[in-house]
């Protein structure tokens, strides 16, 4: 198992890269959807209608999101993957860090690049341009 670490710094508000994390509305319109989401602890989630899904399993507002996450692709995975989400306010925006633990080793490369082309480079490319 493998850990995937990525930061990205975003040109927007805290609340804004929160929203576009929790909120379907947002998630939706950045690409990830159809999507069911909601900022609660236990809420069981739902990314590209059904193609990614997990639940929320520690949320502290506006500075982490921890969830455990499965796929399509990982169906055969013995226990789900951790996807951690932490923020951080900065002067010309947010930085956000993603950890995501225990990747089996055979699908790092892909979900590495996936994050990066499909999930928070869309998201900060949509609140960048909001």
């Known amino acids: 198992m493998k850990t995937i670490k990525q930061a990205y710094n975003i040109n927007s508000s ?19 959807g159809p999507s069911k989401m909601q900022d609660k602890e236990g809420f069981e989630f739902s990314l590209w209608g059904g193609s990614i899904w997990g639940k929320n399993i520690k949320i502290i507002p506006n500075k982490k999101l921890v969830q455990e996450w499965f ?16 923020l951080l306010e900065e002067k010309n925006g947010v930085k956000l860090e993603l950890i995501h633990k225990d990747v089996p080793n055979e699908n790092v490369k892909d979900i590495d690049q996936g994050w990066k082309d499909y999930y928070l480079g869309s998201l900060k490319d949509y609140l960048e341009q909001k």
């Open 71 to 86: 796929s399509d692709e990982d169906k055969k995975w013995k226990k789900p993957s951790i996807a951690t989400f932490n």
């Open 14 to 32: 805290i609340d804004n890269v929160w929203k576009a994390l929790t909120d379907s509305k947002y998630i939706d319109d950045w690409g990830g």
